[in-house]
């Protein structure tokens, strides 16, 4: 929680109070850009807006959830893109990182509301239960009640993960609890969804550095996610899609296919119906993520995920016609195949190189 002479401060004067050069702050705009796929024209723009940007309060709501939005979030290894963004805003209610408890944290976010009214962000994570309001409530407040509440003075609210954005496991069926997400609820604000469970913690910066940048939100798609993030498939950007292409699958997880890392779609993979960047982002740093390690895409960033059949069953319906694609593999060989999997190699290079992360060493201390 940031005292108010830090939080009159702009974003400029913060990183130069912390010694970062005007150097390194061209080198942070630039690798914002690439955080949101913008051109590098746009990084003039995005230095001049965050120079001026002050700290944006937010009130971070937990309801019915398990904890992993922010597991994910605060397990990003510093320091990234993440930190920085997350190091120049005013996170004034987190009931699960705050050090206040009962009446006093509750006190911290009417005083965020009423100070910040018509300015703050509201972030929740989390469904919320509408068959019984007892069923979860925070210091004797439903989360119905909190959320209206709570967002009744806000900017934007940032549905983060698969439960606040689609209702996620607790809404699964028979949905007990009566789980809905915070668009069904709020009508009157913006909302946007960063689905994911969880959900990839540079594009909840993302979505926050856009703010910060533009003063409004990003374009999204039909679900209210960034397009920018969930623009394009998980099969489209993965690095086993050539083999796809080739009709070369893995039928079980210690066959010949698994070992040469062929295609996980016979072995349930969801990627071809499943829309986010986790091929290009990955997780722990851009260590890896799920497919990479030899695990189909569960689909878990899109709507009912849970109740769409089973995690190792393939999909009905694949994406585009395979059998037109196995018979060109056939045709072509080796020879298409190596071609193929140049190209992806080259989009997946240039994809990553869009949302590379920035460390210390990178940023100047000193002019």
């Not at 439903?142 to 959320?147: Q, R, T, V």
């Not at 290079?349 to 060493?361: C, F, I, K, L």
Request: aromatic share 8%; with cysteine; proline share 6%.
């Amino acid at each position: 929680m940031a005292d108010s002479k830090t939080e009159t401060k702009t974003l400029g004067e913060s990183l130069r109070q912390q010694g970062v050069s005007r150097r390194g702050f061209l080198k942070f705009c630039t690798a914002t850009a690439s955080m949101m796929a913008l051109p590098p024209a746009m990084v003039p723009a995005i230095a001049e807006a965050l120079e001026k940007a002050r700290r944006p309060s937010v009130i971070w709501l937990s309801f019915q959830e398990c904890t992993g939005c922010t597991e994910s979030l605060t397990r990003a290894h510093a320091p990234t893109i993440e930190n920085l963004i997350f190091n120049h805003i005013s996170l004034d209610y987190h009931h699960t990182l705050q050090a206040a408890a009962g009446e006093g944290a509750e006190a911290a976010r009417e005083a965020a509301m009423h100070e910040n009214h018509g300015k703050y962000i509201v972030v929740v994570d989390g469904s919320i239960p509408l068959k019984d309001p007892g069923f979860s409530t925070i210091a004797g407040i439903s989360n119905l009640d909190m959320l209206k509440e709570t967002v009744a003075g806000a900017a934007a609210v940032i549905a983060v993960g698969s439960c606040a954005a689609f209702g996620g496991l607790p809404h699964a069926s028979p949905n007990p609890t009566g789980a809905v997400s915070v668009s069904e609820i709020i009508k009157d604000k913006p909302v946007v969804n960063v689905s994911g469970c969880p959900p990839i913690p540079t594009v909840i910066t993302g979505v926050l550095a856009h703010f910060l940048t533009f003063g409004g939100l990003p374009e999204l798609d039909d679900l209210g996610r960034p397009k920018v993030f969930y623009g394009q498939s998980i099969h489209d950007r993965c690095y086993r899609r050539p083999f796809y292409d080739k009709g070369l699958f893995a039928e079980t997880f210690d066959d010949e296919g698994a070992r040469k890392g062929w295609c996980l779609y016979r072995m349930g993979c969801k990627g071809p119906m499943t829309y986010n960047a986790c091929a290009t982002t990955k997780w722990n740093q851009g260590t890896s993520w799920p497919v990479e390690s030899g695990h189909g895409c569960l689909g878990c960033s899109e709507p009912d995920f849970w109740d769409g059949g089973g995690f190792y069953n393939a999909i009905s319906i694949p994406d585009g016609d395979i059998a037109r694609n196995i018979g060109l593999g056939a045709v072509a060989g080796v020879a298409v195949g190596a071609a193929a999997g140049m190209l992806n190699r080259n989009a997946k290079a240039d994809a990553v190189s869009r949302h590379e992360t920035v460390t210390v060493d990178d940023l100047e201390k000193t002019s």
